[in-house]
């Protein structure tokens, strides 16, 4: 491919991932955030395949678009309720953000024009599968199966959180004032802490 | 650099940690109906962590990096290593002593709590910006799931909850700044990155360049800076200690803090060059004076308005990483052993302080009214560890803190004089809010209902084992910082 067609399918690639990126971020409906992020991964491949990243593109898909996606809309429909999430910390400054973040935007943008960038460019062969083995058992067979360290961490852990809760448990540990307190309460953590107010930072992102 | 043969000699306290994991998960499926179930999990837990001190004190030294760079083998990371060890036996020990896990929930309170410990010892050793993500993502996972583990508390679903999402962005934050690292240098080894940088200092790489190095470094701050709850990344902390079990947050608060500063340290001694003063023509050492003061002076004044001890101590916690980053900003030897050093105390004092809160029945200031009356053992210990927090001789805090504004000090340029001064006014508001601790413990009259607090011997012995040398190390510190500066040397 020539280069200017590289770039726009670059550039074209870019935009669609980023307005899907934009669509999860802002949707007020967590289903249309769900589908939103779709584009966000198909765009991601497209752009491992641009970079001639083939098998990561196909795993990308496989493994994100077909099977996370897939997860997460299940998570989303099963989960009740999901739609009345009441908001208890109201976004403050907002409009100083945004402008934090529009001129980090323009530094970044600037840097990545005009810097000198180092990194090799890397063309052709990296993307077969022989390659990716290599390097996956080669170099980087420490990282490898640390990764299966934390995937196992994190498949324990997700079974504590979402294991049975047991009402008799719970009632034997709570301290008596937690386990009475009613579930509607308005947050108990926030209202019992007036020391909330002398921090105004606090509030910004939580 | 080593083979991979070498490598996995010298990767040994990892590989019986990870066998460790793994037998308390079979132990806790076949034990499942053993009515001595917890106390053979402890068991396991605290023999595999001996082990694991044990392949330590074997492997043989003399630093080298391990499996094609991607960890260093150095004084600095067996130090850590170690470090670790003593506070995960710890947090296994207070785990076991624990009310708010649920016996049948403790095998899995383990597995979590040394999947963390195999996450810093690599994150403390990572000498490769791929290496040191992943670490930080092993460390991360497990404290979510932790912090989340008093289901039954509506503050712990806010503490997790509050934490993934803080979690994820910083991650997204650090890893933008990594591929900025990696774009500009062509190289994600943190020693790569000194020598593309001297070499550019030569070269000159223009405006955009040196911008997109400022930027690239302030982006992989906010992950480290999360990390170890600095100023601006700390909002996380107060909630998520609160909301986390106290067992737990005793090891949080100290563990991947020192982990994340052993991170730090290789970042910015070996990958940006300090203390050579500004390294690619930026002030590193003035940003993070900034930091430092930030943090300090933000924990500080905070924590005098809080009446939750839990609340108090995540506020002096920022402080406390506050002092440390301000040595850090000096970045010399002198001044990486005074972070190793303080950073040993600050094991004991802190993990003290956290293990009275969670034997004293209660978070709020009011549980601990008259506690000198209630049950004197756990009031004279808990006052060891704040004064020791605070840096008041004789307890180990003020050697601590001695050295590390000695480091400070001894730049001798105007910035470090400042900084200085200020670490010093905040050290003095922290005994305003550690001292009233102390005050309601020993001059506030029990009231009614306020019973006496029941502290079973194993516990009483562990409070006296953390005070003690608290009380040793404030006069006799020798051997600890012999053994530092034998053991700092750092794989550049």
């Not at chain 1, 208890?88 to 402008?99: D, E, I, M, V, Y």
């Not at chain 2, 002198?334 to 209660?362: D, K, P, S, T, W």
Request: charged letters at 10%; one cysteine or more; a neutral charge.
């Amino acid at each position: 491919m020539s280069d200017t067609l590289v770039a726009v399918v670059f550039y074209g690639l870019a935009i669609f991932t980023l307005s899907g990126a934009a669509l999860v971020a802002f949707s007020r409906n967590i289903v249309h955030s769900a589908f939103a992020l779709f584009a966000t991964f198909v765009g991601v491949a497209g752009l491992y395949a641009l970079m001639s990243a083939n098998l990561l593109a196909v795993i990308q898909l496989l493994v994100y678009a077909g099977g996370i996606l897939v997860l997460i809309l299940f998570a989303v429909m099963l989960t009740s309720r999901i739609d009345e999430a009441r908001v208890s910390n109201h976004a403050w400054g907002r409009q100083p953000a945004a402008w934090a973040v529009g001129g980090l935007t323009a530094i970044l943008i600037y840097v990545a024009v005009k810097a000198p960038l180092k990194a090799p460019m890397i063309k052709g062969a990296l993307g077969g599968p022989a390659a990716f083995g290599d390097a996956l058992l080669g170099p980087y067979v420490l990282p490898f199966e640390i990764i299966s360290m934390l995937l196992l961490a994190a498949l324990i852990g997700a079974v504590t959180l979402a294991r049975g809760r047991d009402a008799a448990e719970a009632a034997k540990l709570a301290k008596p004032a937690e386990a009475a307190a009613p579930v509607q309460a308005a947050e108990p953590a926030q209202a019992a802490e007036p020391a909330e107010a002398a921090e105004p930072a606090e509030e910004v992102n939580a | 650099m080593a083979g991979t043969t070498e490598s996995l000699a010298r990767f040994a306290p990892e590989l019986v940690l990870s066998a460790t994991i793994l037998a308390i998960l079979i132990v806790d499926l076949i034990a499942r109906l053993q009515p001595k179930r917890p106390s053979l999990l402890s068991g396991v837990a605290l023999v595999g962590l001996s082990a694991m001190a044990g392949a330590l004190w074997l492997t043989p030294t003399g630093d080298t990096s391990l499996f094609t760079h991607l960890l260093a083998f150095d004084g600095l990371a067996r130090y850590f290593k170690g470090f670790f060890i003593l506070a995960a036996a710890l947090g296994v020990l207070f785990g076991h002593l624990s009310d708010e896990i649920s016996r049948s929930r403790l095998g899995e309170y383990y597995i979590q709590l040394l999947c963390l410990t195999l996450g810093l010892s690599l994150l403390a050793s990572a000498q490769n910006l791929l290496m040191l993500y992943l670490a930080l993502e092993l460390v991360s996972l497990p404290s979510y799931v932790l912090s989340g583990f008093r289901w039954w508390d509506r503050r712990a679903s806010e503490a997790a909850l509050k934490y993934v999402v803080f979690g994820g962005a910083a991650s997204g934050v650090m890893l933008y700044g990594f591929s900025l690292i990696y774009g500009i240098t062509g190289t994600l080894q943190i020693d790569g990155v000194a020598a593309a940088l001297t070499a550019a200092a030569t070269g000159g790489q223009g405006i955009a360049g040196q911008l997109g190095l400022l930027m690239a470094v302030m982006l992989s701050l906010a992950g480290f800076g999360y990390k170890v709850a600095a100023v601006p990344f700390h909002m996380w902390c107060p909630d998520v200690y609160e909301g986390a079990p106290t067992t737990f947050v005793a090891f949080l608060s100290v563990a991947p803090k020192a982990a994340g500063f052993a991170a730090l340290i290789r970042f910015f001694v070996v990958g940006f060059g300090q203390p050579a003063p500004g390294a690619a023509g930026f002030p590193w050492a003035e940003i993070l004076g900034i930091i430092a003061i930030g943090t300090m002076t933000l924990g500080n004044v905070v924590a005098v308005t809080q009446d939750n001890v839990k609340r108090l101590l995540a506020y002096s916690s920022i402080a406390q990483a506050g002092y440390l980053i301000m040595a850090l900003a000096v970045g010399t030897d002198e001044a990486i052993r005074a972070v190793m050093l303080y950073l040993g105390f600050y094991l004991l004092m802190n993990m003290g302080a956290f293990f009275g809160v969670q034997l004293a029945g209660g978070e709020r200031l009011s549980a601990f009214r008259g506690m000198a009356s209630r049950n004197a053992t756990l009031a004279i210990t808990m006052a060891i560890f704040l004064f020791s927090l605070t840096g008041i001789p004789p307890f180990a805090g003020f050697i601590g803190k001695f050295y590390l504004f000695a480091a400070v000090l001894s730049v001798g340029e105007p910035f470090f004089y400042a900084l200085a001064i200020i670490g010093v006014l905040n050290s003095a508001i922290s005994l305003y809010y550690y001292a009233k601790v102390v005050r309601v413990m020993f001059l506030d009259k029990a009231e009614e209902g306020d019973g006496v607090v029941e502290v079973s011997r194993p516990a009483s012995a562990l409070l006296l084992a953390l005070a003690g040398p608290t009380l040793l190390f404030g006069v006799w510190w020798a051997p600890l910082a012999d053994l530092i500066d034998k053991a700092s040397s750092i794989l550049r």
